[in-house]
């Protein structure tokens, strides 16, 4: 089946620095939409980011993302972090399957912990 | 920006009992879904619900769950009989189409059987 390989756990930055963190996936399927959600902690996971087109950069808050399906990659980045930009982040896939049905499959996601 | 919620936040039964979780979804969204996610693990798909109907289901969507969005009220999941491997956190989510709409998430409700 589908998955979303988020290779790491947790990542520790320093304010100012440049954030990447890592989404590889797997799919049967040629086309695929990927998703970066947002989870700040007692929140709702929001949607950060969006792509299915190939080697076109997405932005939205400082955040962008480019999806590779070369290497079947969609690594978010942001060129300076921020203390608020603490919080868990969520890699997701939804395989062009054909069925109408919207199902998201998730990484284990990445926690971003931002200090001074 | 439009917000889904989930009724209740916490819920501690004992196993075997029945429990029902309740999602309001953003008002206009025509799909809906449920979500499970253990301690320390990913976000899983349970189900997909759309115009009264299951659209797809998981391996986790077992027999003792069933779900139902009667007269556009809430969207639940009920759970009967509960088992101890059904304690995580379930998050509920809608959207207006699917494809590449975004799905709106709830807080989540966490599940505690004992």
């Known amino acids: 089946g589908d998955s979303v390989t988020q290779k790491e756990g947790l990542v520790t930055l320093t304010e100012g620095l440049p954030v990447m963190l890592n989404c590889t996936y797997q799919t049967i399927y040629s086309n695929a939409f990927l998703f970066w959600y947002v989870h700040y902690l007692n929140e709702s996971p929001r949607l950060l980011l969006k792509?299915?087109?190939?080697?076109k950069r997405t932005e939205h808050q400082g955040f962008h993302a480019t999806l590779h399906k070369s290497s079947s990659s969609f690594h978010l980045q942001k060129s300076s972090a921020q203390l608020s930009d603490s919080a868990l982040y969520y890699c997701?896939?939804?395989?062009?399957?054909?069925?109408?049905?919207?199902?998201?499959?998730f990484g284990h996601g990445t926690i971003l912990r931002v200090h001074p | 920006g439009p917000k889904v919620l989930q009724i209740p936040s916490h819920q501690i039964i004992d196993m075997g009992q029945m429990v029902t979780l309740n999602c309001d979804p953003v008002?206009?969204?025509?799909?809906f879904y449920w979500y499970k996610q253990i301690l320390g693990q990913q976000m899983e798909f349970l189900v997909n619900f759309y115009n009264g109907k299951v659209m797809e289901k998981s391996k986790l969507f077992k027999d003792q769950f069933s779900v139902e969005r009667p007269d556009g009220s809430y969207f639940t999941l009920k759970i009967q009989p509960t088992a101890l491997e059904d304690s995580a956190v379930y998050f509920c989510?809608?959207?207006?189409?699917?494809?590449?709409?975004?799905?709106?998430f709830g807080p989540g409700t966490r599940l505690t059987v004992l």
């Open positions: 008002s206009n969204h025509l799909y």
């Open positions: 989510a809608s959207s207006l189409y699917w494809g590449d709409y975004e799905q709106y």
């Open positions: 792509s299915s087109t190939d080697n």
């Open positions: 997701a896939l939804r395989a062009n399957t054909g069925a109408n049905t919207g199902k998201l499959t």
